[in-house]
Every structure is written in structure tokens, then in C-alpha cells.
């Protein structure tokens, strides 16, 4: 199915149809990334003040690490519904929630959770850390003490690029799983 072909089958049912699982992805994906930049900014924070400076850049991952693994209550649960809504598996939210809940039990909201930890906790350490990385080395480089919206830009995206790249794979395994019934 080429992309093509895909928009004019979804456009058959209309607009709303491109919005399937927009409201599980929404409020999943608000809320899991203030817990995980949360944490994160947190994380970075008690690093400064108790890690050896020459420890830092490396710490920077530890966090990121973290930040994913305690907002993932969150989001797995979100992602699922989202992409089993895509998938057309239920025909909306609420009766999505409770064919999982009645059928396959409340631990089925976490199907692909393990997945979800291999692909994204290796992301978002990549995403933050070398996000961070980058970021520092063109203010090093440019001899300025903070960074400008220019570096930020470069640096997000030469991460996105890298990010993506690296941990597609593993994103191909995590749908694959979550996107199976049952």
C-alpha cells in the first residue's frame, strides 16, 4: 500500500478518519512528556550538584534514561490505544478501553511495554543526551557561554536525523507487537 493509496482509502470515511486515535496519543503524550522532561531537567539538575563535572555528558544519558522509564506508565498505555484505533481494531475510544479491560485484562494496556522500554529508552537517551551534546559543543566551538536558537536548531536537528535513523528498527518491532490482538 503506497502512501498514495493510503490517503485516498482513509479520505473515504472522511477528515475525522486521519484523526483516528488522536485523543489516547494527546493526552498519553502531554502528560508522559511533562513527567519525562520533568524528570529529566530534575535529573540534570541533582547531576550538576552532585556528579564529577568531567561525569556530566555521560550522566546527561542516565537521565534521559529515567526520564523515559517513569513516564512510560503513561505512554504505553496511550500508544496502544492509539495505534490499535489506527489499525481500526475498535471502532473508538471507549470501546477499545473496554474490549482491552474485559477481554485481555487491565495488563493488556501494557502489551509491547517491554518493546516500548528497548526502543524508546535507547531514543530518548540518544534524543537528550546528544541533543545536549551538540548543543554545548557549538557554544564551545562558537566561544560563547550559552547557546543561540541557531545552535538549538542544528543540534535538534542532526538529532532527530541521527535518532530516528538509529532506533527505527526497534520502532518496527515495538508496533508489530503492539499492533497484534490478543
Known amino acids: 500500500l503506497g502512501i498514495m493509496e493510503a490517503i485516498r482509502s482513509i479520505s473515504k470515511s472522511g477528515l475525522p478518519a486521519f484523526y483516528e486515535g488522536v485523543v489516547p496519543y494527546a493526552i498519553a503524550d502531554g502528560l508522559s512528556g511533562a513527567v519525562k ?16 563535572e568531567d561525569w556530566i555528558p555521560a550522566s546527561r544519558f542516565a537521565c534521559a534514561a529515567a526520564a523515559f522509564v517513569a513516564c512510560s506508565v503513561i505512554l504505553v498505555p496511550g500508544e496502544l490505544l492509539k495505534q490499535r484505533l489506527q489499525a ?12 482491552i479491560a474485559t477481554k485481555e485484562g487491565p495488563r493488556a ?3 509491547g511495554y517491554g518493546a516500548t522500554l528497548f526502543r524508546d529508552v535507547p531514543y530518548t537517551m540518544l534524543e537528550l543526551g546528544v541533543y545536549d551534546l551538540l548543543k554545548n559543543a ?45
Open 37 to 52: 522532561f520533568g524528570i529529566y531537567e530534575s535529573a540534570k539538575t541533582w547531576c550538576a550538584e552532585n556528579v564529577r
Open 88 to 99: 481500526g481494531v475498535y471502532p473508538g475510544l471507549i470501546a477499545g478501553i473496554r474490549t
Open 109 to 111: 494496556f501494557f502489551t
Open 138 to 182: 557549538a557554544v564551545k566551538v562558537r566561544r560563547r557561554t550559552t547557546s543561540r536558537p541557531v545552535d538549538e536548531l542544528f543540534a535538534a536537528a542532526a538529532t532527530g536525523g541521527i535518532v530516528g535513523f538509529a532506533t527505527n528498527p526497534l520502532d518496527v518491532v515495538k508496533t508489530r507487537m503492539m499492533t497484534s490482538v490478543g
